[in-house]
């Protein structure tokens, strides 16, 4: 078998200090919601674990996942890269072309067999006799399947390898599905969202490096570290959900005082992502934080889930309270009930109790201006 060069020894080969490395090291722990002191167990992976070799595969997609990859600033995406993983075929990111990127398939398939992770960004039709989406001539499907064989596990990028996605929404011309409807025989992460935070997505790949094993999952194939819980739950305009504070109207009153966007239709009470922890750009921001409202792009089927602006009540979900793992098994439009009943309790509080200033918001002032 094949001997994989380790990450720090891939680091010390192109100059990095020892310092760099242990920097490296506790940004890497802090991104996986580890302790200060785990920097020196991921040290120690990093300086005896190979380095894991990395296909990545693009199926019918727009390559945003890709996008935000490259944009990770935690860890620094050229680490993750250039060094952590051996980007060995990427469509976008490889110097090589034609028939030379196509080998590398063969050669990382035959030298890495059962070694190599498979990421796939996009996804592929359900027959070998759809006429869409072709790599080096033959269809993507084919692609796919082959090289999830050899493969030690298969990451799904995003929302259309997680899902289907837009290209599976009505009435799904091409046939798309999700990948897992097309690979059976290999253990899936999926990594839903469109796109995946480029945190979540390095915080992924850290971990299996890290630990030598995949992050534990949710019933639906997520990692648990990153979709355990709703953008509703830590959304800092929570408070004005709590007290019936909400945006009537884009540019009201309560919109420039930054209340809840859910009667604009946020989708923030069923969707399960990082956003109003993570939140994009580096930490910055995310989109209800620039007063709209989450559109559920990391739920299943959130194009046929809309339309987008209207409330919750006229779509299905699950209860306020419940879990990612609770999904599939509370009755579908539970949550919307549910979720009108609080607003409308909490609106009639406010005309009782005569309270109609907003209390200070837990995080940041509303971005809504
Ligand atoms: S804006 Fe959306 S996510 Fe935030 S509190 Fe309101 S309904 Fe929940
Ligand atoms: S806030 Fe909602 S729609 Fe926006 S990126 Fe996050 S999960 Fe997707």
């Not at 060094?83 to 063969?106: C, F, K, P, R, V």
């Not at 030298?111 to 960004?121: C, H, M, R």
């Not at 990692?223 to 305009?237: E, G, L, N, T, V």
Request: proline share 6%; charged share 20%.
């Amino acid at each position: 078998m094949a001997r994989v060069e380790t990450f720090y020894e891939v680091l010390r080969r192109h100059g990095v200090s020892r310092r760099s490395f242990m920097k490296f090291c506790s940004l890497t722990a802090a991104s996986l919601g580890l302790a200060p002191a785990f920097a020196q167990n991921v040290a120690h992976a990093m300086e005896t674990r190979p380095r894991v070799p990395v296909i990545w595969l693009h199926g019918m997609e727009c390559t945003c996942c890709s996008e935000s990859f490259i944009r990770s600033a935690h860890p620094l995406a050229k680490d993750v890269v250039l060094s952590m993983l051996s980007l060995d075929y990427h469509n976008t990111l490889m110097a090589s072309a034609g028939h030379q990127a196509e080998a590398i398939l063969d050669e990382t398939r035959a030298k890495y067999k059962g070694q190599y992770i498979l990421a796939v960004e996009g996804n592929s039709s359900l027959s070998l006799d759809d006429p869409y989406c072709f790599v080096g001539g033959k269809p993507f499907l084919a692609q796919l399947q082959e090289m999830a064989q050899d493969s030690m596990a298969v990451i799904a990028w995003g929302s259309c390898a997680s899902w289907g996605c837009v290209q599976a929404a009505k009435p799904n011309p091409s046939n798309a599905v999700p990948i897992d409807r097309v690979i059976h025989n290999k253990p899936i992460i999926k990594v839903p969202g469109c796109p995946p935070i480029a945190e979540v997505m390095t915080g992924v790949v850290s971990y299996v490096l890290t630990f030598g094993k995949l992050p534990e999952l949710d019933r639906q194939g997520r990692p648990k570290m990153f979709y355990s819980q709703r953008i509703h739950d830590k959304c800092y305009r929570r408070p004005h959900f709590d007290a019936g504070q909400f945006v009537e109207a884009w540019d009201d009153a309560g919109a420039r005082q930054g209340f809840c966007l859910y009667k604009m239709g946020c989708r923030g009470p069923t969707t399960y992502n990082a956003c109003s922890t993570t939140r994009w750009n580096g930490g910055v921001s995310f989109p209800i934080e620039s007063g709209h409202g989450c559109i559920g792009c990391s739920e299943n089927d959130f194009w046929d889930n809309g339309p987008f602006y209207e409330r919750l009540v006229k779509v299905s979900g699950f209860g306020i309270e419940g879990t990612a793992d609770d999904l599939g098994l509370k009755a579908l439009g539970v949550v919307g009930v549910g979720l009108a009943a609080h607003a409308a309790a909490s609106t009639v509080k406010k005309l009782v109790t005569g309270h109609n200033k907003p209390p200070p918001p837990a995080g940041k002032a509303g971005g809504a201006s």
